[in-house]
């Protein structure tokens, strides 16, 4: 069977815990309002020696007295206690920005991919967030009723002779944080990046971890992992992953599409597209589209990557994927006549999309430094998504 508190010690050492208690407010569309619940759990400093693939092995200063990880999933220092004040990853400052924008600004989106590659061989990655995502990791093992296809399958195991375990897929992989991260929570992952270095460095990351893990087997006794799979390609290409997915093909589906610096890398334009290829990927019955809403704090205005994004513009793009929506000047979603989109504020539910529909929006438990305000104040959203019924549109 697979053992959520099992993978849950397996990452997080219990040698040193503090207790912490986490507000959060999660939206179900269904419902038309927001609910809060308070889930008061213990949160271990790591010290493990898994700690270097999965978490810095420095501990970085604290914003309170309460348990809090360490880096990269640490929310920033507050300006009065010294380091950057604005707490802003790699990624998000004014010079690697100026870069990343300068490398794409002039160039069509067709030539995008090939942009990414030329970064990755000059080892010029500020987007990279060094871990897996500990948002990601909590919505998995803090909400199992939202993710079905995993309670299917522990139910069938042992039941059915060939049980399958669930697919992930993680589009723009990079360095695989997450993808080794979502084999070790029970599925047979597949990281799909165009970059063949940044593959490269994915194969490294694998047997980094596979050593680790077979030097401490007997103080971590789980269930074994899933399998992974590395993929080079175009996400776009229709057939880029048919010929290494078991039963792939056209009709190829996976239990759980991953996004998080993939749609804010692309310009509006691309966004259609991206939805599209969305929708046709995830299982239309128990899969499920999971996006670590970000940068939501950035002005769409000041260009990309990465793009500031909006929760209306996940929403209106994936309810009705292909749809060219308009953006103005500002970069800002336009949306005319009947565009009716379900908002944070519990406002009415999308109207006739024929796409993907918005089950649970969230504040993760924990997210990297980089989805926290300067003043400490985390800004990130996990959204859950599944395929809308056909018959409900």
């Not at 004014?94 to 030539?111: N, W």
């Not at 336009?334 to 504040?363: C, F, N, Q, W, Y």
Request: hydrophobic letters at 30%.
């Amino acid at each position: 069977m697979f053992n959520r508190q099992a993978l849950l010690a397996r990452y997080l050492s219990p040698r040193t815990t503090r207790p912490r208690t986490h507000q959060s407010t999660c939206f179900y569309p269904h419902s038309h309002n927001s609910t809060s619940f308070t889930s008061s759990f213990n949160k271990p400093t790591i010290q493990s020696p898994f700690s270097q693939l999965f978490h810095s092995t420095t501990q970085p200063k604290r914003l309170d007295e309460t348990a809090l990880m360490s880096s990269p999933n640490q929310p920033p220092p507050l300006p009065s206690q010294g380091g950057d004040p604005t707490g802003a990853s790699p990624f998000q400052k004014s010079e690697e920005m100026g870069r990343l924008q300068s490398t794409f600004e002039s160039k069509p989106f067709s030539d995008h991919p090939s942009a990414w590659d030329s970064l990755w061989n000059e080892a010029y990655t500020p987007w990279d967030r060094g871990g897996p995502s500990l948002a990601l990791k909590d919505v998995i093992l803090e909400h199992p009723d939202l993710f079905p296809h995993l309670h299917h399958h522990q139910q069938q195991e042992g039941k059915e002779t060939g049980s399958r375990r669930p697919k992930a897929l993680v589009p723009g992989c990079g360095r695989g944080h997450d993808v080794l991260l979502l084999s070790r929570l029970g599925y047979d992952a597949y990281g799909l990046d165009f970059s063949e270095k940044a593959l490269q460095e994915a194969r490294v990351n694998e047997q980094l971890l596979a050593k680790e893990e077979e030097e401490h087997s007997e103080e971590n006794r789980i269930e074994p992992p899933g399998s992974v799979t590395w993929v080079a390609g175009d996400f776009f290409d229709p057939q880029v992953l048919g010929g290494v997915v078991e039963n792939g093909g056209a009709n190829l589906k996976f239990d759980l599409v991953f996004d998080y610096t993939f749609f804010c890398a692309l310009p509006p334009a691309g966004r259609s597209k991206w939805a599209t290829r969305i929708h046709s990927l995830v299982e239309p019955k128990r899969g499920r589209l999971v996006c670590l809403e970000w940068p939501l704090h950035k002005p769409p205005k000041t260009g990309g990557p990465p793009w500031g994004v909006t929760s209306e513009a996940y929403l209106a793009h994936l309810t009705f994927p292909g749809r060219p929506f308009e953006y103005d000047e500002e970069n800002n979603l336009v949306l005319l006549g009947d565009d009716h989109l379900a908002t944070g504020g519990g406002s009415s539910k999308v109207e006739g999309g024929p796409g993907m529909e918005r089950i649970a929006r969230l504040r993760p438990s924990r997210t990297h430094k980089a989805g926290y305000d300067p003043d400490g104040n985390m800004v990130d959203y996990i959204s859950v998504w599944k395929v809308r019924d056909s018959q409900a549109c």
